[in-house]
């Protein structure tokens, strides 16, 4: 692995650590009332005013060229909105470790879009990786009790579709905007993001009513640190990793990160088999490195 790969690699893995503390943020919001559709345009609404904060300081001009805006625009769409939007309709129908599971088909998706669009080879060793951190990321989440039976058909079907989006979003992003300046990407992006989710009925009105101070605060925290801070290692990392299909495997250590958020803030057991499952997580991102 060269040296920017390694230090790509290293950026995106810091962004999946703080993608782990997403349920510790969600739990709190939805101990405030707050839906998980709620929770994301707090997310995103706040990630959009942070940057624009964060880009008044560096003094950045908010221009940006057509093409730029154009693949924005689609990342704010399908990436932030679009992805938010089925992960939430996902675990209202097949609850939320169903959810994270089939969140993380991504790096199939990925691998698949990369091999038909952009011709990127998906070799023996990266398979086995996807097989095994697919595997790994199910055993982390359920602790090996998913129950098939108990899905509907359009929970699995909208499922694959966070997965799918999760995956454009990674496309788009190291293929067609990692030249770009990363944080003006990013706050058109959230901004995008908001605007497609605050048009759901019910959804700004709703937080209106649910609004205090202590709820304020950690959808602030939610918006910087599972969000802005999270997104901006992502960026760099795509800068650096050049080969699009092992990103979001690297990411996939957000996986352990909430699992061990559940057991040391809410008290969660990690059984054998979730610890078995960390484990092959772990395994398949230093099989991926090395491939």
Known sequence: MSKNNTIGTIYVILAGCLWGTIGLFTAHLSAFGFSSLESSFLRLSN??????????????????????????????????????????????????ASAAILQYTAPIFVALISALVFHEQIKLKRRIALAINIAGCLLTVTGGKLVISNMSFEGIFIGFLSGFTYALMTIISAKKLYMYDHMMVLFYSFVFGSLFLAVVPNVISGIITKMSYISFVTAIMFGLVGTVLAYVFYMKGLEKCRETANIPVYASIETIVAALIGLFAFGQQISFIKLIGIMMVIASIFLTSKG
């Open 47 to 96: 990630a959009s005013f942070l940057m624009f904060i964060l880009l008044l300081i560096r003094k950045t001009s908010f221009k940006i060229n057509r093409t730029a805006l154009k693949y924005c625009f689609l990342n704010g769409l399908i990436g932030e909105a679009l992805n938010n939007l089925f992960y939430a309709m996902t675990i209202n129908r097949i609850g939320l």
